[in-house]
């Protein structure tokens, strides 16, 4: 086992430390988080992809940097979503084995959210 994996056991990661390898597959306008991935790498890493950082700052920050209001309430409302949708309890547990039939559980619970 490698060193690298063993230290990823001893405590938990952050999924901020792996924004960067996983904003090469992002597609859009706009990079739209909170404040937990409010870094310069991060923001400068959005830019360097042609979209437009909305984190809302980190108040350690000395000069807090502007925010698109507009567009980060699109973040709640989909943060309001996603906490529906684990309301079912197949969906936030997550019991199915394959790829496919957790697609099926979503499509069920996202069309009970939009019937109810």
Not at 61 to 79: C, G, S, T
Not at 90 to 109: E, F
Request: glycine share 4%.
């Amino acid at each position: 086992m490698s060193q690298e994996i063993v230290g990823r056991r001893k405590g938990q990661q952050h999924e901020s430390t792996m924004a960067e390898e996983l904003l090469v597959h992002a597609e859009g306008e706009a990079f739209i988080a909170d404040t937990a991935y409010d870094a310069d790498h991060i923001r400068s890493c959005v830019r360097r992809l042609g979209m437009k950082p909305v984190i809302h700052p980190h108040p350690s920050r000395k000069r807090p940097l502007q925010l698109n209001r507009a567009l980060y309430r699109l973040r709640y409302r989909v943060e309001c979503c996603f906490h529906d949708l684990k309301r079912c309890r197949a969906v936030a547990t997550r019991y199915d084995k394959t790829a496919t039939c957790y697609l099926a559980v979503l499509h069920v619970a996202a069309m009970a959210l939009w019937l109810h």
